[in-house]
């Protein structure tokens, strides 16, 4: 089985900074995208930035300029460098990933989340 396991949230103050990282575990062949999703109790999941498995990234305009994400392929790690953040960063935020696992086929996984909150 595979598992994602998000860690590196936390309470932050506006324009405080904090990276996310999720470690892919399991029984993995290959990994092709991953991102970052973010979720808060009346809106529904949304993208905040994606990165293909040659490096290509996309961000949300909310997030452009303040939000880096990276992925290591040796370690199978997926990292988000969030900066200058603000209260409407504050969700749940899910780390996904496509693999190809040993049975051969391509499924989405998702982590638990880890709680993103930033104070005024």
């Known amino acids: 089985q595979v598992q994602l396991v998000e860690s590196g949230g936390g309470l932050v103050q506006a324009g405080g900074s904090l990276r996310l990282s999720c470690v892919a575990s399991?029984?993995?062949?290959?990994?092709?995208?991953m991102g970052w999703y973010r979720q808060t109790p009346g809106k529904q999941r949304e993208p905040v930035a994606t990165v293909t498995s040659d490096k290509t990234t996309d961000y949300a305009d909310s997030v452009k300029g303040r939000f880096t994400i990276s992925r290591d392929d040796a370690k199978k790690t997926l990292y988000l460098r969030m900066t200058s953040l603000k209260p409407d960063d504050t969700a749940l935020y899910y780390c996904?990933?496509?693999?190809?696992?040993?049975?051969?086929?391509?499924?989405?996984?998702w982590g638990q989340g880890t709680q993103v909150t930033v104070s005024s």
């Open positions: 399991g029984s993995i062949f290959s990994i092709a995208a």
């Open positions: 996904y990933a496509r693999i190809r696992g040993t049975l051969m086929t391509w499924d989405d996984y």
